[in-house]
C-alpha cells in the first residue's frame, strides 16, 4: 500500500460532485422572475421548497425589502471602500442595534468564510493549539490552514467525542498556553447541536481552554432577541468564549458577526483581520436590510416568530418520531437529516420527490462521510403545516421504493448511522437466484490449481504465496501484525467461477495514504506509542502484495450480481469485524464497474503508479539495454553497467542466521528512512519463515573493495512459479556504499535474475518510479475504492498535510 496522490482530496470531490451533478440533483438553477420562499421552480417544474437556511423567512419580509431598495437609491449599489479607511453611513446604526441585541459591541465581516479568515489567524497566538470538530464547517476548518505555516499544532477530533477532546487537551497542556475548541453551535447537515454544557464543564477543569463557536445555523430561531443557540445556552458570554454568528441566512439580510468580551482583542481584529482590511464592505442595501431585520429582533415580533416557528418544527419532528425513516438526529433545531447510506439510493430519493414537487437538499461527501450520504431537509417559516405533512407522505412512500430499486434496506441504512435495527429477520442477499457465494477463511480450504488459474499469477498472490503469508501473518502475537483472511468465490449454477478474490483484516496506519512530513510528524509520537493514529482496516488483497487481486468473468452474463453480492458479503463482513475502513484494491483505471461500485458508497482514489518489466522482447540480459531509450540506455551504461564490476553477488535460497540477522538489519535501515509507503516495520519472523520457504530467494550484494564478504544490500524476492518475479523488499546499508550506486544495483541484479530464470514480468513495486523507469519499467496507474464509517481520519490526514510542525 502506498501513498494517496497529494491532489486527490480535489479529484475525489470533484468525481463525487460530478456524479451528482449528471443525475441532476446538484448544482441545479432557481427559475423564474420572483421568489416567494414558500416554492421554487427547477427544471420547469415549480416546488415546495424545504431546502432554504432563511429559516424564519425574514429575506422576504417587506420591510427588509423596501429598506434595501431605499439604500440603493440613497446611496448606490455599493460603497467602493475598506472599511480601514471610511464605512459609508449606515454602519454606525447597524453596529449600534446589534449591541443592543447582544449587549456586546460587533465587528462585522462581509460574511462568515471571510470573517472566519480575519478572525482566526488574528485571535490564535504562536504558544496556543487548536482542536476542530471533523465536522465544524469548512470556512472554520480552511482558516485554520493558514495557522499550520506558524508551526501552530491543528488537532481534530471525532464528531462531539469528549473523551478523545480531553485526551488532546492533556496532551497539549504542557506546550501550549491557550488551547482552543472549534465546533459549530448547530451543524448545518445532520442539525444537531455542540454539547455546550459538557464543554464548559471541560473549561472549568481545564482554564487552558477556550471555545470557539460559529453559530450560523442557530440564529434568530433561538435565543433571547434571536441571538441564537449559544447565546441561549451560555446566557452571558464568558471570557474564554468567542462567538460567530450571521446576518445572512435566518437573518435575512448579508454579513456576519464576531463577538468577544476582551476589547483589546476586538480591536486588534477590526484594526487588521485580513479581508476586513483588505475586502470590500457590505452593500448598503445589505446594510440596510440588517438594520430593518434588528428592528424586528430587539421587538417582541421575534418572540412570536419562534414560536410559530417551532410548532412547524415540532409538527414534522412529530410525524417523523412516529415513522421508521432513519433520521439522524432529532431535535428542536429546523434541520432534519434523512439517513440514505449510498448516493444511488440519494440520487433515486431525491429525483423521486422533485417529481413530486418537493425540493430537498442533497447531503454528501465532504460534507458528510461517503457511506452517511443523505437528503437534508431544512423547515422554513414560509412552510405551512399542511406542505409539511404532505412533504412527509411523499417521503414515507417514496422512501422503501428507492431503497428497493438501489438494492439497499433499511438495516444498511440504519447500521450505517448507528440506529437500532428494526428488521427481525436475515437481511437478503441481492439477486442470488442464479450464483452462489462461497466463503473460506484458509487457501487450504481451496484448490491449488483453481486458486493459481484464475487470480494465482499475480504478484505473491499464487497458493503457495498466500500459504506463507497466512502462517507469517494469521498468528502473529503482535496487533500491528496479527491478519485475519477471508476468500470468496462466486459461481454460477454450473459451478463456473465469476468472481474470486481474498480480503485481509488488520491494522493499517491512518497516515499510510498522506505524505511524508505527515508519518514524520506522526512516528515521534509512536516511539511512545506505538498504535497511534492507526485503524482496523477490511482490505482486499494484503499490505503485502499488490496488483490484481480479484479475478473477474467480464464476459458473464451474472457479472454484475456477482459485484454486488460480493459488495453485500464484505459489508456484512466489515459490520462484524467492526473495521474502520473498507478498501477495494488496485483496480485499472478504466475499471468497468466504477460507477457501480462508487454509487454503492465508495469513493475512488487515485494510487501511486506500480512499477512493472515484461522481458518477452529479449532472450538475454545482454539484449535488455537495446531495448532502453536512447536516454535511459546511457543511464543503463554509465550508472550500472559501469558499476557492476565493483560488487560481488550472491543468489542464495536460504540465509544462516548471521546473515539472515545482517538482511534484517539492511531491511530496517531502509524501512526507517523511507516513510513515503508507511507501514509497520515488519518483526524478523516475517524473514525467518521466508528463509525457510522455497519461493523466496535473496540477492546479496557485497562491495569488493571492502575486502570482506559482508554484503551492503538485499533484496528478497519471490518467485511466483515461471509467471512473476516479486523484489518484495530491500535492504542497504547507506554509509558503505556511498557512491556505488547500490540501489540501482539491486534493481539491476533483479532484472539480470528474473532473466536467469526466464520469468518474463517483473513487479518491482510503486516507489521509487523515476528510478525503475529509467531501467525500463512500464508504469502502471491503478485506483482503489474506500469507505469509512466516518471522515475523521481521511479528514485528518488532510488538515496535516505538507505539514511540519517543530517539537514544542
Same mark, same amino acid.
Given at each position: 500500500?502506498?501513498?494517496?496522490?497529494?491532489?486527490?482530496?480535489?479529484?475525489?470531490?470533484?468525481?463525487?460532485?460530478?456524479?451528482?451533478?449528471?443525475?441532476?440533483?446538484?448544482?441545479?438553477?432557481?427559475?423564474?422572475?420572483?421568489?416567494?420562499?414558500?416554492?421554487?421552480?427547477?427544471?420547469?417544474?415549480?416546488?415546495?421548497?424545504?431546502?432554504?437556511?432563511?429559516?424564519?423567512?425574514?429575506?422576504?419580509?417587506?420591510?427588509?425589502?423596501?429598506?434595501?431598495?431605499?439604500?440603493?437609491?440613497?446611496?448606490?449599489?455599493?460603497?467602493?471602500?475598506?472599511?480601514?479607511?471610511?464605512?459609508?453611513?449606515?454602519?454606525?446604526?447597524?453596529?449600534?442595534?446589534?449591541?443592543?441585541?447582544?449587549?456586546?459591541?460587533?465587528?462585522?465581516?462581509?460574511?462568515?468564510?471571510?470573517?472566519?479568515?480575519?478572525?482566526?489567524?488574528?485571535?490564535?497566538?504562536?504558544?496556543?493549539?487548536?482542536?476542530?470538530?471533523?465536522?465544524?464547517?469548512?470556512?472554520?476548518?480552511?482558516?485554520?490552514?493558514?495557522?499550520?505555516?506558524?508551526?501552530?499544532?491543528?488537532?481534530?477530533?471525532?464528531?462531539?467525542?469528549?473523551?478523545?477532546?480531553?485526551?488532546?487537551?492533556?496532551?497539549?497542556?504542557?506546550?501550549?498556553?491557550?488551547?482552543?475548541?472549534?465546533?459549530?453551535?448547530?451543524?448545518?447537515?445532520?442539525?444537531?447541536?455542540?454539547?455546550?454544557?459538557?464543554?464548559?464543564?471541560?473549561?472549568?477543569?481545564?482554564?487552558?481552554?477556550?471555545?470557539?463557536?460559529?453559530?450560523?445555523?442557530?440564529?434568530?430561531?433561538?435565543?433571547?432577541?434571536?441571538?441564537?443557540?449559544?447565546?441561549?445556552?451560555?446566557?452571558?458570554?464568558?471570557?474564554?468564549?468567542?462567538?460567530?454568528?450571521?446576518?445572512?441566512?435566518?437573518?435575512?439580510?448579508?454579513?456576519?458577526?464576531?463577538?468577544?468580551?476582551?476589547?483589546?482583542?476586538?480591536?486588534?481584529?477590526?484594526?487588521?483581520?485580513?479581508?476586513?482590511?483588505?475586502?470590500?464592505?457590505?452593500?448598503?442595501?445589505?446594510?440596510?436590510?440588517?438594520?430593518?431585520?434588528?428592528?424586528?429582533?430587539?421587538?417582541?415580533?421575534?418572540?412570536?416568530?419562534?414560536?410559530?416557528?417551532?410548532?412547524?418544527?415540532?409538527?414534522?419532528?412529530?410525524?417523523?418520531?412516529?415513522?421508521?425513516?432513519?433520521?439522524?438526529?432529532?431535535?428542536?433545531?429546523?434541520?432534519?437529516?434523512?439517513?440514505?447510506?449510498?448516493?444511488?439510493?440519494?440520487?433515486?430519493?431525491?429525483?423521486?420527490?422533485?417529481?413530486?414537487?418537493?425540493?430537498?437538499?442533497?447531503?454528501?461527501?465532504?460534507?458528510?462521510?461517503?457511506?452517511?450520504?443523505?437528503?437534508?431537509?431544512?423547515?422554513?417559516?414560509?412552510?405551512?403545516?399542511?406542505?409539511?405533512?404532505?412533504?412527509?407522505?411523499?417521503?414515507?412512500?417514496?422512501?422503501?421504493?428507492?431503497?428497493?430499486?438501489?438494492?439497499?434496506?433499511?438495516?444498511?441504512?440504519?447500521?450505517?448511522?448507528?440506529?437500532?435495527?428494526?428488521?427481525?429477520?436475515?437481511?437478503?442477499?441481492?439477486?442470488?437466484?442464479?450464483?452462489?457465494?462461497?466463503?473460506?477463511?484458509?487457501?487450504?480450504?481451496?484448490?491449488? =490449481?483453481?486458486?493459481?488459474?484464475?487470480?494465482?499469477?499475480?504478484?505473491?498472490?499464487?497458493?503457495?504465496?498466500?500459504?506463507?503469508?497466512?502462517?507469517?501473518?494469521?498468528?502473529?502475537?503482535?496487533?500491528?501484525?496479527?491478519?485475519?483472511?477471508?476468500?470468496?468465490?462466486?459461481?454460477?449454477?454450473?459451478?463456473?467461477?465469476?468472481?474470486?478474490?481474498?480480503?485481509?483484516?488488520?491494522?493499517?496506519?491512518?497516515?499510510?495514504?498522506?505524505?511524508?512530513?505527515?508519518?514524520?510528524?506522526?512516528?515521534?509520537?509512536?516511539?511512545?506509542?506505538?498504535?497511534?493514529?492507526?485503524?482496523?482496516?477490511?482490505?482486499?488483497?494484503?499490505?503485502?502484495?499488490?496488483?490484481?487481486?480479484?479475478?473477474?468473468?467480464?464476459?458473464?452474463?451474472?457479472?454484475?450480481?456477482?459485484?454486488?453480492?460480493?459488495?453485500?458479503?464484505?459489508?456484512?463482513?466489515?459490520?462484524?469485524?467492526?473495521?474502520?475502513?473498507?478498501?477495494?484494491?488496485?483496480?485499472?483505471?478504466?475499471?468497468?464497474?466504477?460507477?457501480?461500485?462508487?454509487? =454503492?458508497?465508495?469513493?475512488?482514489?487515485?494510487?501511486?503508479?506500480?512499477?512493472?518489466?515484461?522481458?518477452?522482447?529479449?532472450?538475454?540480459?545482454?539484449?535488455?539495454?537495446?531495448?532502453?531509450?536512447?536516454?535511459?540506455?546511457?543511464?543503463?551504461?554509465?550508472?550500472?553497467?559501469?558499476?557492476?564490476?565493483?560488487?560481488?553477488?550472491?543468489?542464495?535460497?536460504?540465509?544462516?542466521?548471521?546473515?539472515?540477522?545482517?538482511?534484517?538489519?539492511?531491511?530496517?535501515?531502509?524501512?526507517?528512512?523511507?516513510?513515503?509507503?508507511?507501514?509497520?516495520?515488519?518483526?524478523?519472523?516475517?524473514?525467518?519463515?521466508?528463509?525457510?520457504?522455497?519461493?523466496?530467494?535473496?540477492?546479496?550484494?557485497?562491495?569488493?573493495?571492502?575486502?570482506?564478504?559482508?554484503?551492503?544490500?538485499?533484496?528478497?524476492?519471490?518467485?511466483?512459479?515461471?509467471?512473476?518475479?516479486?523484489?518484495?523488499?530491500?535492504?542497504?546499508?547507506?554509509?558503505?556504499?556511498?557512491?556505488?550506486?547500490?540501489?540501482?544495483?539491486?534493481?539491476?541484479?533483479?532484472?539480470?535474475?528474473?532473466?536467469?530464470?526466464?520469468?518474463?514480468?517483473?513487479?518491482?513495486?510503486?516507489?521509487?518510479?523515476?528510478?525503475?523507469?529509467?531501467?525500463?519499467?512500464?508504469?502502471?496507474?491503478?485506483?482503489?475504492?474506500?469507505?469509512?464509517?466516518?471522515?475523521?481520519?481521511?479528514?485528518?490526514?488532510?488538515?496535516?498535510?505538507?505539514?511540519?510542525?517543530?517539537?514544542?
Amino acid at each position: 500500500m502506498a501513498k494517496i496522490k497529494h491532489n486527490n482530496f480535489i479529484d475525489t470531490v470533484d468525481t463525487v460532485f460530478s456524479s451528482a451533478k449528471h443525475q441532476g440533483v446538484l448544482h441545479l438553477y432557481a427559475e423564474g422572475e420572483y421568489l416567494n420562499g414558500r416554492t421554487i421552480k427547477v427544471a420547469g417544474r415549480e416546488m415546495l421548497h424545504f431546502g432554504t437556511t432563511g429559516y424564519l423567512g425574514l429575506e422576504q419580509d417587506k420591510r427588509l425589502k423596501e429598506a434595501a431598495v431605499n439604500a440603493i437609491n440613497n446611496y448606490g449599489t455599493q460603497f467602493p471602500l475598506s472599511k480601514s479607511y471610511l464605512s459609508h453611513p449606515l454602519y454606525a446604526e447597524l453596529e449600534s442595534k446589534i449591541e443592543q441585541m447582544y449587549t456586546l459591541p460587533p465587528i462585522i465581516t462581509k460574511n462568515s468564510t471571510l470573517g472566519h479568515l480575519a478572525i482566526i489567524p488574528t485571535l490564535i497566538r504562536d504558544e496556543d493549539a487548536v482542536i476542530i470538530d471533523h465536522q465544524v464547517h469548512w470556512s472554520v476548518q480552511n482558516a485554520c490552514q493558514f495557522l499550520k505555516l506558524r508551526g501552530i499544532p491543528v488537532e481534530m477530533i471525532r464528531h462531539n467525542n469528549l473523551e478523545m477532546l480531553e485526551d488532546k487537551i492533556r496532551m497539549l497542556t504542557s506546550k501550549s498556553a491557550k488551547i482552543w475548541y472549534m465546533a459549530d453551535g448547530v451543524y448545518s447537515m445532520y442539525g444537531d447541536y455542540a454539547p455546550v454544557g459538557d464543554l464548559l464543564s471541560l473549561a472549568a477543569k481545564y482554564p487552558q481552554l477556550n471555545l470557539y463557536f460559529d453559530d450560523v445555523h442557530g440564529m434568530s430561531w433561538k435565543g433571547k432577541n434571536g441571538t441564537g443557540f449559544i447565546f441561549e445556552s451560555i446566557g452571558k458570554l464568558q471570557e474564554n468564549i468567542v462567538v460567530v454568528s450571521t446576518l445572512s441566512k435566518t437573518f435575512g439580510a448579508s454579513g456576519a458577526t464576531f463577538f468577544c468580551t476582551d476589547q483589546k482583542i476586538r480591536e486588534k481584529i477590526k484594526n487588521f483581520g485580513g479581508p476586513l482590511t483588505f475586502s470590500a464592505q457590505l452593500e448598503p442595501a445589505s446594510v440596510a436590510a440588517a438594520i430593518a431585520s434588528c428592528d424586528i429582533h430587539l421587538s417582541s415580533e421575534i418572540t412570536e416568530r419562534q414560536k410559530d416557528f417551532a410548532k412547524k418544527i415540532s409538527h414534522f419532528s412529530s410525524l417523523l418520531s412516529n415513522s421508521s425513516l432513519p433520521v439522524a438526529s432529532q431535535n428542536d433545531s429546523p434541520v432534519f437529516f434523512l439517513g440514505m447510506g449510498t448516493p444511488a439510493t440519494a440520487f433515486n430519493f431525491t429525483k423521486r420527490l422533485f417529481s413530486e414537487g418537493y425540493y430537498l437538499n442533497l447531503g454528501i461527501y465532504p460534507a458528510v462521510p461517503i457511506k452517511n450520504t443523505g437528503i437534508r431537509i431544512t423547515i422554513s417559516a414560509h412552510n405551512d403545516q399542511s406542505d409539511i405533512t404532505s412533504l412527509f407522505n411523499a417521503m414515507e412512500h417514496h422512501f422503501q421504493k428507492s431503497v428497493e430499486e438501489t438494492g439497499s434496506s433499511q438495516d444498511k441504512i440504519r447500521k450505517a448511522f448507528g440506529m437500532e435495527s428494526i428488521s427481525k429477520t436475515p437481511p437478503v442477499e441481492p439477486h442470488t437466484h442464479a450464483i452462489n457465494i462461497e466463503e473460506s477463511n484458509s487457501i487450504t480450504q481451496i484448490d491449488k =490449481q483453481e486458486w493459481n488459474s484464475a487470480i494465482g499469477r499475480q504478484n505473491i498472490l499464487d497458493w503457495d504465496g498466500l500459504s506463507y503469508l497466512e502462517k507469517t501473518f494469521s498468528n502473529s502475537s503482535e496487533p500491528a501484525h496479527k491478519w485475519d483472511f477471508f476468500y470468496y468465490i462466486i459461481r454460477d449454477q454450473n459451478k463456473q467461477i465469476i468472481l474470486m478474490t481474498f480480503f485481509t483484516l488488520g491494522l493499517w496506519k491512518d497516515d499510510m495514504l498522506s505524505t511524508e512530513s505527515v508519518s514524520r510528524h506522526l512516528e515521534q509520537i509512536r516511539k511512545s506509542k506505538p498504535l497511534h493514529m492507526t485503524s482496523k482496516v477490511l482490505s482486499m488483497g494484503c499490505l503485502f502484495s499488490e496488483g490484481s487481486h480479484c479475478f473477474i468473468d467480464h464476459n458473464h452474463f451474472h457479472v454484475d450480481q456477482a459485484i454486488l453480492l460480493l459488495l453485500s458479503k464484505i459489508e456484512q463482513r466489515y459490520d462484524s469485524v467492526g473495521a474502520d475502513m473498507l478498501v477495494l484494491r488496485d483496480f485499472e483505471c478504466d475499471f468497468q464497474w466504477d460507477e457501480m461500485i462508487r454509487s =454503492q458508497g465508495y469513493f475512488r482514489i487515485d494510487m501511486p503508479e506500480s512499477c512493472v518489466i515484461e522481458n518477452k522482447n529479449w532472450e538475454t540480459i545482454h539484449d535488455y539495454g537495446s531495448l532502453l531509450s536512447s536516454r535511459s540506455r546511457k543511464h543503463y551504461n554509465k550508472e550500472i553497467l559501469q558499476y557492476e564490476k565493483f560488487y560481488d553477488v550472491q543468489i542464495k535460497e536460504s540465509l544462516d542466521p548471521l546473515e539472515l540477522e545482517r538482511a534484517y538489519n539492511l531491511y530496517c535501515n531502509v524501512k526507517q528512512r523511507n516513510l513515503a509507503i508507511n507501514t509497520f516495520l515488519y518483526p524478523k519472523e516475517v524473514f525467518e519463515n521466508m528463509n525457510k520457504c522455497p519461493n523466496w530467494e535473496f540477492i546479496l550484494l557485497s562491495i569488493k573493495a571492502k575486502g570482506n564478504d559482508e554484503f551492503v544490500g538485499v533484496m528478497f524476492c519471490y518467485k511466483n512459479s515461471s509467471y512473476t518475479y516479486v523484489p518484495e523488499l530491500i535492504g542497504m546499508d547507506y554509509a558503505a556504499s556511498e557512491g556505488f550506486y547500490l540501489y540501482r544495483q539491486l534493481l539491476y541484479q533483479t532484472i539480470k535474475r528474473a532473466a536467469e530464470l526466464r520469468i518474463p514480468r517483473i513487479d518491482l513495486g510503486m516507489s521509487a518510479t523515476f528510478e525503475k523507469k529509467k531501467l525500463g519499467a512500464s508504469i502502471i496507474p491503478k485506483i482503489s475504492y474506500i469507505q469509512s464509517r466516518d471522515n475523521y481520519a481521511m479528514e485528518l490526514m488532510q488538515t496535516l498535510q505538507n505539514e511540519n510542525k517543530p517539537g514544542r
